[in-house]
């Protein structure tokens, strides 16, 4: 295990009826609210009432930013920055997925700073100085609602980038589980498989010695594939949304990459896919996750691959090899019984630019760190998804 610092400061309100506790919790940071949410899921479910009623009842003055996309744009980023400016606000509230909070972020710290925000994201500027930040979850899977990161999209460049800093952990996140049971079918399959591919991409790790963050890592698999499936079967199952949500907050809140290497290759690879297709994020990590396995199974990774099948599917399979082959078998299925499509081709991508996005994604240098990956490796992870 290598050395590390460890600090989650964002405070969690997790329960059924936290919401209420939402006006008390900003009115410790700020009094004049930037208000973030998406495409209208809140407004259907009553949650944008409850809000809006709640920063009245605490005097808190509310602006509005709807209409985030799923793979958020910098121009709402943009848009973002100029209401809170122009109205002064002082707080910045998501109310929906990942894609509200990491906008929220991106706005809070790009009203501390006088360029484009797209400069934090391109490595042209570092966060220095944000406004706070607060969530309230409607979705489990980024984990977001506990982390420094933000993932934007920028259309013009085609590429979807991300950064982080401590400055961006939100002060306060509310995880409702009963906010969740609106979440599609589809939604709720991408989220559980965006889960599990953040632990993926922390426990296969070329580091030793780290048998505590491991089982920490399996427990938190064996969670989505035991409630993944029953949040989908049963949308309103209190006790599937509420394993599935802490979930997701702990799986990328860092405790997972304590004293380790990660690898993040599959994300790197997903995020340009998005970038281009404009595909749910979910969706592109659960069709790449079982390619990505086998092509890094090898003679040095064979052993860990078979601890992951023996720990998480139960594999009694004794040579390492066939083990992992079983472990990445069993994966690829789950995914395919929350109804997420084998190939890319199936959700209708075409297969003309793979040589490119190869390119791109190990143009600084080769990719990952449990095997390293080769741009010919991730042309053959491309070619065998599509
Ligand atoms: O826009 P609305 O109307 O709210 O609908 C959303 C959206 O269409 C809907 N939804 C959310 N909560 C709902 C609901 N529908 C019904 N009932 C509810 N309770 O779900 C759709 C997807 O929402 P989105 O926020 O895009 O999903 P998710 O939470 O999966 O976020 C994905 C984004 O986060 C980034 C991804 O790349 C992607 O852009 N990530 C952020 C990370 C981070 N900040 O740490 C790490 C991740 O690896 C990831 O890259
Ligand atoms: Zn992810």
């Known amino acids: 295990m290598l050395n590390f610092n460890f600090q989650a400061p964002t405070r969690i309100l997790f329960g059924q009826g936290e919401t209420n506790k939402l006006g008390k919790e900003i009115r410790k940071h700020g009094s ?16 944008y009432d409850q809000v809006v009623q709640i920063l009245a009842d605490h005097a808190i003055t509310c602006i509005e930013l709807s209409g985030v996309q799923p793979n958020p744009r910098i121009d709402s980023v943009r848009q973002g920055v100029t209401l809170c400016r122009k109205h002064q606000l002082d707080f910045v509230l998501a109310v929906g997925g990942g894609s509200s909070l990491d906008c929220a972020k991106a706005i809070a710290a790009g009203v501390k700073y006088e360029g484009d925000p797209w400069d934090f994201f391109i490595g042209k500027a570092f966060i220095k100085e944000a406004l706070p930040i607060g969530s309230i979850l409607t979705l489990a899977a980024t984990g977001s609602e506990m982390n420094p990161f933000t993932v934007i999209s920028n259309p013009e460049t085609g590429e979807k980038l991300g950064t982080g800093s401590t400055r961006l952990n939100p002060r306060f996140s509310i995880l409702d589980p009963v906010h969740t049971f609106s979440v599609s079918a589809e939604q709720t399959a991408a989220g559980t498989a965006d889960i599990m591919s953040h632990v993926f991409e922390q426990y296969f790790s070329p580091t030793p010695g780290t048998y505590i963050q491991d089982r920490m890592a399996e427990a938190m698999l064996k969670t989505c594939i035991k409630y993944g499936p029953l949040a989908i079967a049963e949308p309103d199952n209190y006790e599937a ?7 997701s907050s702990l799986a990328l809140n860092g405790l997972l990459s304590t004293g380790k290497i990660t690898d993040w290759a599959t994300h790197d690879i997903e995020h340009k896919l998005s970038a281009l297709y404009d595909i749910t994020h979910g969706l592109g990590l659960a069709i790449l996750t079982p390619y990505w396995m086998k092509q890094v199974l090898n003679e040095q990774t064979a052993a860990k691959m078979a601890t992951y099948a023996r720990n998480v599917w139960d594999i009694t399979e004794t040579d390492d090899m066939q083990a992992a082959l079983e472990g990445i078998a069993q994966t690829a299925n789950f995914f395919r019984s929350l109804g997420i499509p084998a190939t890319f081709k199936d959700i209708g991508l075409n297969t003309d630019q793979l040589t490119e996005i190869a390119a791109d994604v190990t143009s600084k240098g080769s990719l990952g760190s449990f095997k390293i990956l080769t741009y010919e490796d991730v042309l053959n992870i491309l070619q065998s998804a599509y």
Request: glycine residues 18%; without cysteine.
């Open 32 to 47: 004049r609210v930037l208000l973030v949410y998406g495409g209208g899921s809140i407004k259907k479910s009553g949650l």
């Open 241 to 247: 949304r509420s394993n599935l949500m802490w979930t």
